[in-house]
């Protein structure tokens, strides 16, 4: 985070229910959308750009489109399935990151949020399932070019 809001950028760490060091009840999955979404709303944020990685998109995902949510940073996200045939109609732009070497959802993440409009796709080579971890350089200068490119085009 530390090199995003170093280049300007406000940044928040989310500990999402049921993962990392939140305690307490688990969220269904029906209520993980509206948990983002109420984050966002109570840090009185108009609008933000994402970045999620594997099970971050069970409370993504259906947020796809949405007005808040001007880009999204995907790495390997869970739950893009969910998208049918009105996905084409999403016009969020999207960065699809995945390591060369995830055999867990970095593929089938790929192959479902590459047919979104706006989706652009990085694979990291020799990166795992956490490729950011990977080659962090290479992670964090497409997200920066990828919010600059969004953020000049949003002020058009």
Not at 75 to 96: F, G, K, R
Not at 109 to 133: D, E, F, Q, T, V
Request: charged share 15%; glycine share 8%.
């Amino acid at each position: 985070l530390k090199i995003f809001a170093a280049a300007g950028y406000r940044c928040f760490a989310i500990d999402l229910p049921g993962c990392g060091r939140t305690g307490g009840p688990a969220v269904s999955d029906c209520e993980k959308p509206e948990v983002l979404s109420l984050v966002i709303r109570r840090l009185d944020l108009e609008v933000v750009m994402v970045v999620g990685h594997s099970m971050a998109g069970q409370y993504i995902v259906p947020l796809l489109g949405t007005d808040r949510i001007i880009c999204v940073v995907a790495i390997a996200l869970s739950n893009t399935n969910m998208l049918d045939e009105s996905a084409s109609h999403i016009a969020t732009p999207v960065l699809v990151v995945w390591g060369e070497r995830d055999t867990s959802l970095g593929p089938s993440s790929a192959s479902n949020l590459k047919r979104l409009p706006n989706a652009r796709l990085l694979k990291i080579a020799s990166g795992s399932h956490a490729c950011y971890l990977s080659n962090p350089s290479v992670f964090q200068s497409a997200c920066l070019n990828f919010f600059d490119l969004v953020r000049h085009y949003s002020t058009l």
